[in-house]
């Protein structure tokens, strides 16, 4: 069944309004679990919203405050997100950043304890809108194998960049593990199987059951090419947000333990540097229009193939699983 964007944006800001949200915040954090189920990305869409409801109901996830920043460096900052709801911290990281770029040309804020901030594209694509380059990490519990190994040892750390361009901005959003854990939850909701290569169970062995995958361990993106920048995104978070190693981290996926995971959030001034960014999208659109290896499938940039779901969602409505959708209703009944 499809349904409005506009109907499930209402639907999710009254749950979490309900739960002593404050109406700004609740539309925040509704806003981004929408735009990710309109950008295909149901793993960090509404199927969040459940567990973060319990997470408030618990203190788990406090919705009134923004965090506690500080200023160590002119240009670094540090936060505690005080249990903060993910995407509300966030952009008021990223709004507080804007303050003193003008002088620095790059800013850094290191965020700590604060719920999980969802689809990264959307923080990127916030400031590259702005004219400003992002860059945005963050970790999460031991879900990712080593290469080489069959233990669940780093997090799916996600990295994404956004780049003004003087056109649509360019938004690199990937995880450096082939899948996230949202995606194979999202999997087992719907009943379908993983493909193989994804992860393994518990045993070590390969598995296209995604509930065998969710107690064992995803791969790596690309092997040993995945696992090394994902080490390092590990190491880069962990030293300058003080957060736990993704061994130690819970909260992202549970609503028993606070989130003790990090997340790192870069903003550049194009300006400070020798470059034009009005030149890039001409450069895109070269890249569009190049030889494709079949003529039926243009060559495309990350970020197309999101607008272009989002475009169609929003004609046609955003399908979402029957019981997670009676599962918000009765939310909503409650």
Do not use: C
């Amino acid at each position: 069944m499809h349904h409005h964007p506009d109907r499930l944006r209402r639907l999710a800001t009254e749950l979490l309004e309900s739960r002593g949200t404050p109406n700004e915040a609740a539309r925040l954090q509704a806003d981004l679990l929408v735009e990710a189920e309109l950008r295909g990305l149901a793993s960090h869409g509404l199927q969040r919203l459940p567990l973060l409801l319990s997470r408030i109901e618990k203190g788990l996830a406090n919705p009134r405050t923004q965090g506690a920043e500080t200023w160590s460096r002119q240009s670094f900052m540090t936060v505690d997100g005080e249990r903060g709801l993910g995407p509300v911290v966030m952009m008021n990281a990223l709004r507080l950043l804007k303050q003193p770029l003008a002088q620095t040309g790059i800013v850094l804020a290191a965020i700590r304890n604060t719920n999980h901030i969802g689809m990264l594209a959307y923080y990127a694509e916030a400031a590259a809108r702005d004219g400003l380059i992002a860059l945005v990490m963050s970790t999460s519990e031991a879900l990712v194998h080593p290469f080489g190994g069959t233990e669940a040892m780093l997090g799916t750390n996600p990295v994404a960049i956004g780049i003004p361009t003087g056109g649509d901005p360019f938004v690199l959003d990937l995880a450096t593990s082939v899948v996230s854990m949202g995606k194979i939850n999202n999997h087992a909701l719907r009943g379908a199987p993983i493909p193989f290569g994804w992860a393994v169970d518990a045993e070590g062995r390969p598995t296209d059951d995604p509930v065998a995958a969710q107690r064992g361990a995803i791969a790596p993106f690309g092997d040993a090419k995945g696992y090394g920048p994902g080490l390092a995104i590990e190491l880069l978070v962990a030293a300058l947000a003080g957060s736990d190693t993704s061994p130690k981290v819970r909260g992202t996926l549970d609503d028993a333990q606070p989130a003790n995971k990090g997340d790192l959030l870069v903003l550049i001034d194009p300006a400070s540097g020798m470059g034009a960014i009005s030149v890039l999208a001409s450069y895109l659109d070269s890249l569009r229009l190049s030889r494709p290896l079949d003529p039926g499938r243009p060559v495309a940039v990350p970020g197309d193939g999101a607008r272009a779901r989002r475009a169609a969602a929003m004609r046609e409505g955003i399908a979402l699983p029957q019981p997670l959708f009676e599962q918000l209703m009765a939310l909503e009944a409650a």
